[in-house]
Each structure stands twice: as structure tokens, then as C-alpha cells.
């Protein structure tokens, strides 16, 4: 019993100031509230996407060429925003034939629509760091509810990085060619990189 007594007494010792040099790390947790402000979306940030294929494949690829803006709101998170634009011109898949065919008028009609917005109307926190995005994405002069789920990645006084991902169905948009072979959603992956100021 002694013995026993010894060797918890031992471990309480070692784990007490080891509590104490956690405790603080996890008060200083980053939340949404800490980041609070008005943000450019830095050209850093990566726009991804995939449509799947039946039977495996598929295609992927991002968008080199966007702008935006987003504000968060310190007091009340639901009362942030975001507007984003995308420039369809700049779909990137690695492949110059699936590019210009999505930039075609079967798909994005890049010369008569040259551009892809998205404008929140409501966000609503998840936890700590995560919310959800509700808003209006417009493309082909057509627009439809969206959501978006994000997660603060990282952060300084100056800048802070946003895990975002979301799906979007082509046919709202009238650029459901080629389903049911390719999937009608589209799975967006995003990192978005904001820029205070």
C-alpha cells in the first residue's frame, strides 16, 4: 500500500505543473472572436474543385485568378459577411482541351458570364472556430442558395487562413453537361488566405 501511495503521489506530482503550462495554451485557443476584422482575400488562397466520374476519375482543378472580401464581426459572428468573385476564364485542370471546354458556352459560358459571385446573407458558428456560410452564388446570370462549412486554420496580428469546403449542384446553374456520367455536384476544397485591411 505504501508503495502505491508512493508512486501516485509521484504522478501527481509530475502531471500538476504539467496542467498548469497546458492550462494557459488552451485559454489563448484561437477562436473567430479573436480574429475579428475586415479581410482581402489574398491571391495566396487556393480555390479547388472536383466533379467525380462513374467508375473512378473524374475532373479537378482550381481557379488561378478571384477577389473578395470577408468582415468578422467580434460581438456577434452572425452578423459577419463575405462577398467572393471568381473569374471562370482562369479554371485550371492541367488539361487545355477540358479547360476550354469548360470555359465554353456548355459549361461556364466564360465570355458572356466572366465571372462566378458568391455574397453570404447568413453565417451561423459551429464552435469555437468553425461556422457555416448560407448565401447567393450566381453563375450564367442564374443564382441559388449555397453553404459553405470553414474552419480557422491559423492566424497573426495580420492575416488568417480559412479551411472551406462546400458542394454545389450544376443543374441550378444550367451546367449539368455530361450527367449522369459526371457527377451534377460540384466538391469545393478551399484555402483561403485573408489579408486584414
Same mark, same amino acid.
Given at each position: 500500500?505504501?508503495?502505491?501511495?508512493?508512486?501516485?503521489?509521484?504522478?501527481?506530482? %509530475? %502531471?500538476? *505543473?504539467?496542467?498548469?503550462?497546458?492550462? *494557459?495554451?488552451?485559454?489563448? %485557443?484561437?477562436?473567430?472572436?479573436? #480574429?475579428?476584422?475586415?479581410?482581402?482575400? /489574398? +491571391?495566396?488562397?487556393?480555390? @479547388?474543385?472536383?466533379? $467525380? !466520374?462513374?467508375?473512378?476519375?473524374?475532373?479537378? @482543378? /482550381?481557379?488561378?485568378?478571384?477577389?473578395?472580401?470577408? +468582415?468578422? =464581426?467580434? @460581438?456577434?459572428?452572425?452578423?459577419?459577411?463575405? $462577398?467572393?468573385?471568381?473569374? *471562370? $476564364?482562369? #479554371?485550371?485542370?492541367? !488539361?487545355?482541351?477540358? $479547360? =476550354?471546354?469548360?470555359?465554353? /458556352?456548355?459549361?461556364?459560358d466564360a465570355q458572356n458570364f466572366p465571372t462566378v459571385t458568391f455574397k453570404s446573407t447568413h453565417i451561423t458558428q459551429t464552435s469555437a472556430n468553425t461556422a457555416?456560410?448560407?448565401?447567393?452564388?450566381?453563375?450564367?446570370?442564374?443564382?441559388?442558395?449555397?453553404?459553405? !462549412?470553414?474552419?480557422? +486554420?491559423?492566424? /497573426?496580428?495580420?492575416?488568417?487562413?480559412f479551411h472551406v469546403e462546400g458542394k454545389v449542384m450544376r443543374s441550378r446553374y444550367g451546367m449539368d453537361v455530361g450527367t449522369p456520367i459526371y457527377s451534377n455536384?460540384?466538391?469545393? =476544397?478551399?484555402?483561403?488566405?485573408? !489579408?486584414? @485591411?
Open positions: 500500500m505504501t508503495i502505491a501511495r508512493t508512486c501516485v503521489s509521484a504522478i501527481l506530482k %509530475a %502531471a500538476i *505543473p504539467l496542467l498548469f503550462a497546458i492550462a *494557459p495554451a488552451l485559454a489563448n %485557443a484561437d477562436t473567430l472572436a479573436d #480574429v475579428a476584422g475586415r479581410y482581402r482575400i /489574398d +491571391a495566396s488562397s487556393r480555390i @479547388g474543385f472536383v466533379v $467525380e !466520374q462513374i467508375g473512378g476519375g473524374g475532373i479537378s @482543378g /482550381d481557379f488561378k485568378k478571384f477577389s473578395g472580401v470577408f +468582415a468578422l =464581426n467580434n @460581438g456577434d459572428i452572425s452578423r459577419s459577411s463575405i $462577398e467572393f468573385t471568381l473569374f *471562370p $476564364e482562369s #479554371v485550371n485542370t492541367g !488539361q487545355s482541351r477540358i $479547360e =476550354n471546354f469548360l470555359r465554353s /458556352d456548355a459549361v461556364f457555416t456560410i448560407d448565401g447567393i452564388l450566381t453563375a450564367r446570370g442564374k443564382s441559388s442558395p449555397a453553404s459553405f !462549412q470553414a474552419s480557422l +486554420a491559423t492566424h /497573426d496580428r495580420n492575416a488568417i487562413v455536384v460540384v466538391q469545393f =476544397n478551399m484555402t483561403i488566405h485573408g !489579408q486584414r @485591411g
